[in-house]
T-cell receptor
Framework: GQQLNQSPQSMFIQEGEDVSMNCTSSSIFNTWLWYKQDPGEGPVLLIA?????ELTSNGRLTAQFGITRKDSFLNISASIPSDVGIYFCAGQGSNFGNEKLTFGTGTRLTIIP | KAGVTQTPRYLIKTRGQQVTLSCSPI?????VSWYQQTPGQGLQFLFEYFSETQRNKGNFPGRFSGRQFSNSRSEMNVSTLELGDSALYLC?????????????FGSGTRLTVV
């Protein structure tokens, strides 16, 4: 099935470092969502973006909806151990609810002690 | 309020058997989507139901089917199980079918086919 290109696939960082990941698509999206998944659990919504150019923060997390509507990035500042997990972007192209949500391939974040 | 509830959490089946998974959405949510998650393929969309009607379907064989009841609870069924069907099956509920309503995921059902 169709998927977004998400990079990097994995990141190994030290506690306190900032993190940046992004998603790109060949299609235009009207909505971008960022999720985090902990082991053995379902993804949890972190940030939702609804307008091109929109920059939204949720605590230490900041995400932007690209101007071209084909990309989005997520930044995490001053990482802490509970940030470990897999981060997924997801996009939906239609405002009328007749398109499925497409997920990125995920970025696995590991914090090195 | 209660989240999305998926049952069972874990399931082991043998090849050729069939399985039914259940998803109870958040109260008031009328849309339920199902996803298959495997390490190699990520999150793959199976289907979405809204008000008992299938709105969207992913690229999965006909062995995968689903339905939604009048109380918005949904079930998915996989017949003639294959080893490759081993995966985490996730459902997500939403008030409507647009992403700006927000999709809330359950914890998933881990299916192992042996």
């Amino acid at each position: 099935g169709q998927q977004l290109n998400q990079s990097p696939q994995s990141m190994f960082i030290q506690e306190g470092e900032d993190v940046s990941m992004n998603c790109t698509s060949s299609s235009i999206f009207n909505t971008w969502l960022w999720y985090k998944q902990d082991p053995g659990e379902g993804p949890v919504l972190l940030i939702a973006l609804y307008k091109a150019g929109e920059l939204t923060s949720n605590g230490r997390l900041t995400a932007q909806f690209g101007i071209t509507r084909k990309d989005s990035f997520l930044n995490i500042s001053a990482s802490i151990p509970s940030d470990v997990g897999i981060y997924f972007c997801a996009g939906q192209g239609s405002n009328f609810g007749n398109e499925k949500l497409t997920f990125g391939t995920g970025t696995r974040l590991t914090i090195i002690p | 309020k209660a989240g999305v509830t998926q049952t069972p959490r874990y399931l082991i089946k043998t090849r050729g058997q069939q399985v039914t998974l259940s998803c109870s959405p958040i109260s008031g949510h009328r849309s339920v989507s199902w996803y298959q998650q495997t390490p190699g393929q990520g999150l793959q969309f199976l289907f979405e139901y809204f008000s008992e009607t299938q709105r969207n379907k992913g690229n999965f064989p006909g062995r995968f089917s689903g339905r939604q009841f009048s109380n918005s609870r949904s079930e998915m069924n996989v017949s003639t199980l294959e080893l490759g069907d081993s995966a985490l099956y996730l459902c997500a509920s939403s008030i409507g079918t647009e992403a700006n309503y927000g999709y809330t995921f359950g914890s998933g059902t881990r299916l192992t086919v042996v």
